[in-house]
């Protein structure tokens, strides 16, 4: 079992930014592959990011590159996303994510059901 719990969210105006957290306890993270995604009132959860946490590789949904990076300390058992130049349609709940697929390309781990264990989500609001 892992237990996830994000943090960071808030209202910003856009071109702000903000750094989420996601806080994993319960199992080394070195086992999963960890991602975020968001959901947007009125609309299906999304891809934003991943990171597979042994090699730090990444990969990122196409709307958001060069906006937002994903990291990860290990020391800390804790995963980031840094988001910048943000825009009111970044608005929604963010969800860290963790998936045990490790033999899968993480460019293949964008959809919901490839994730095992999930954190409560933190809220973005984004003003224009």
């Known amino acids: 079992q892992v237990q996830l719990v994000e943090s960071g969210g808030g209202l910003v105006q856009a071109g702000a930014s903000l750094r989420l957290s996601c806080a994993a306890s319960?199992?080394?993270?070195?086992?999963?592959?960890m991602g975020w995604f968001r959901q947007a009132p009125g609309k299906e959860r999304e891809f934003v990011a991943v990171?597979?946490?042994?090699?730090?590789?990444?990969y990122y949904e196409d709307s958001i590159k060069g906006r937002f990076t994903i990291s990860r300390d290990t020391a800390n058992n804790t995963n980031y996303l840094q988001m910048n130049s943000l825009k009111p349609e970044d608005t929604a709940v963010y969800y860290c994510?963790?998936?045990?697929?490790?033999?899968?390309?993480?460019?293949?781990?964008?959809?919901?059901?490839?994730?095992?264990?999930w954190g409560q989500g933190t809220q973005v609001t984004v003003s224009s």
């Open positions: 990171i597979r946490w042994t090699t730090g590789n990444v």
């Open positions: 319960g199992r080394t993270l070195s086992a999963f592959v």
């Open positions: 994510a963790a998936s045990n697929r490790l033999r899968v390309d993480i460019s293949r781990l964008i959809n919901d059901y490839d994730y095992d264990y």
